[in-house]
């Protein structure tokens, strides 16, 4: 839903069925009501939202309740303990909330709340340009309340707290990635007192919970340009506390005179390649850890640097870091794991002695992820050499085009190796294992380079033998017969060179 603000009168033009019934309520009742926070800040932006805010100089669940029966019948959700109320009205999430007034202490971010007027309740509030209201009562229906010069900032795209920041983020530190998470989001700027008091401030973060930490992380990576958060998280001393391993990429090595590029700058720029061409959040999350691992592989060698091996070192380190960041350990976590460690092969296809062996490996491995992993490969170009990036892009192109082919020739889609670890462990009475993982990688490979023909007979034979002699293995039980299975395309006949 969306309001006109006229900037000149300061009011807003509130014609939805939804505020005439609250501003009728409140005057019954004689309360005051305004609407506050987010939705007005942006409704002025002119971003479309459905979140509504409304603050009671009284009972926010009384009022709730009243507006929600005359509205209809509509379910209310009483949160007791806050005193808070909730229901939902068309697309429209509607919450009621008393005027508060609020203390702190030193150990928790959990205020001591007391009833208080729409100043107090203005004055807790994060930023100014959220500390703007609208009064809903008739006498001053539509106009906007704003002690603070919200206006003013929005209009200059400043982040700056109503009360002094020092205060503000010490009470609460989770504003101080609120801050960080606005700036980046409206691609606003910190006010520079602000920005101090989060230098100060910073050690605080570790009294907030990890789960609201990464609630702003993720808003951030979901901005059109998420390196401008991760570079403030960097320069305000955040990123150290809250995401070492990030921030153990920032810097520059030299030796003889040889230096590297700083991982940290680079991987955030990777991270604004692939959120111009995609939403999915945890293709944002591979680009921003795909070289995680580099710092552990860093070497050098007389002429360069190296990071051998980074893409493995950084894919075993992504199951750590999604269970301390609190990110879902499913398979968006796998999906990621799974984009670093390919990140490097696609390039590997380039050169005369590739052959479609190794195309054909990479199309089976990424499976239904390729074009996400191309997207991250893609991105991964950052010289600003405009002659290097041009040839990258070229020998990119030729890799892409190659897939494609070499996928619709073999018909790749979906293919699956006709022995699973589930037989290698019944014919060996094995229990789940490494050898297991081995076996099964041998035959995969065995079909994909054209050694043996792609269908079961040949693959149970082969993998008897691999078993017998790497492993010393015998069968426990007789060959399962087995039709043909559809889509096998022998791969034999092409498993030379390419090119
Ligand atoms: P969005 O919903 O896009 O995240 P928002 O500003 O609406 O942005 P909410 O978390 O929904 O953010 O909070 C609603 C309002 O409550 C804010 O606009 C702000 O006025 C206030 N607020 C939220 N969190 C804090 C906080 N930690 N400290 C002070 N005020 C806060
Ligand atoms: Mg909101």
Redesign the pocket.
Same mark, same amino acid.
């Given at each position: 839903m969306q309001a006109k603000f006229d900037i000149d009168t300061g009011n807003f033009d509130l014609n939805h069925k939804i505020f005439k019934v609250i501003s009728e309520v409140a005057d019954e009742q004689g309360v005051e009501v305004y609407v506050?926070?987010?939705?007005v800040? =942006?409704q002025i932006l002119g971003r479309p939202?459905d =979140?509504i805010?409304f603050v009671v100089v009284g009972s926010g669940i009384d009022i709730a309740k009243k507006v929600a029966r005359r509205l209809g019948r509509i379910k209310v959700f009483v949160f007791r303990n806050f005193g808070t109320a909730m229901f939902k009205y068309e697309n429209m999430q509607i919450e009621f909330v008393g005027a508060r007034k609020e203390s702190y202490r030193r150990d928790s *971010?959990k205020p001591i709340v007391e009833n208080g007027t729409l100043q107090d309740d203005l004055n %807790? *509030?994060?930023?100014t340009i959220?500390?703007m209201a609208i009064s809903l009562n008739k006498a001053t229906f539509g106009k906007l309340i704003d002690p603070f010069n919200g206006l003013e900032d929005l209009k200059n795209k400043i982040i700056r707290t109503p009360l002094n920041p020092d205060i503000t983020f010490s009470d =609460?530190p989770?504003?101080m990635l %609120?801050a960080i *998470?606005?700036a980046t989001?409206l691609d606003f700027e910190i006010h520079q007192q602000a920005y101090q008091a989060i230098i100060k401030n910073r050690e605080r973060i570790k009294i907030v919970s990890q789960e609201r930490i990464t609630e702003e992380l993720n808003?951030i990576m979901m901005a059109s340009r998420p390196s401008k958060g991760w570079k403030l998280l960097y320069d305000t001393g955040l990123l150290e506390i809250i995401f070492p391993e990030l921030h153990k990429l920032a810097g520059v090595d030299y030796k003889q005179g040889v230096s590297h590029k700083d991982i940290f700058l680079h991987s955030i720029k990777v991270l604004d390649n692939v959120a111009q061409k995609s939403n999915n959040l945890w293709l944002r999350w591979a680009a921003l850890l795909h070289d995680i691992g580099k710092p552990y592989t860093k070497r050098f060698d007389g002429k360069t640097w190296t990071f051998h091996g980074h893409e493995v070192v950084g894919a075993k380190m992504i199951p750590d870091i999604f269970r301390r960041l609190k990110l879902p350990l499913n398979e968006n976590m796998r999906y990621v794991q799974k984009l670093v460690n390919l990140h490097h092969r696609p390039m590997q296809l380039v050169g005369d002695q590739v052959t479609d062996s190794g195309f054909r490996r990479l199309i089976v491995d990424a499976g239904e992820h390729l074009e996400d992993l191309l997207i991250l490969v893609e991105s991964d170009v950052t010289t600003k050499y405009d002659e290097i990036r041009q040839k990258i892009m070229n020998n990119f192109k030729y890799v892409r085009q190659k897939l494609k082919e070499i996928e619709e020739k073999d018909k790749l889609r979906n293919w699956k190796p006709p022995i699973d670890g589930h037989l290698i462990m019944k014919t060996f009475g094995l229990k789940p294992s490494r050898v297991v993982g081995e076996i099964k990688d041998a035959v995969k490979d065995a079909i994909l380079d054209g050694l043996i023909p792609n269908d079961f007979n040949a693959a149970f034979d082969y993998m008897l033998k691999i078993a017998e002699e790497k492993y010393n293995l015998k069968p426990v039980i007789a060959k399962p017969e087995q039709g043909k299975a559809e889509n096998q395309e022998d791969f034999r006949d092409n498993g030379l060179k390419s090119n």
């Open positions: 506050i926070g987010g939705w800040r =942006d939202s =979140d805010d *971010r %807790r *509030r994060d930023f959220n500390a =609460d989770l504003r %609120r *998470r606005f989001v808003k």
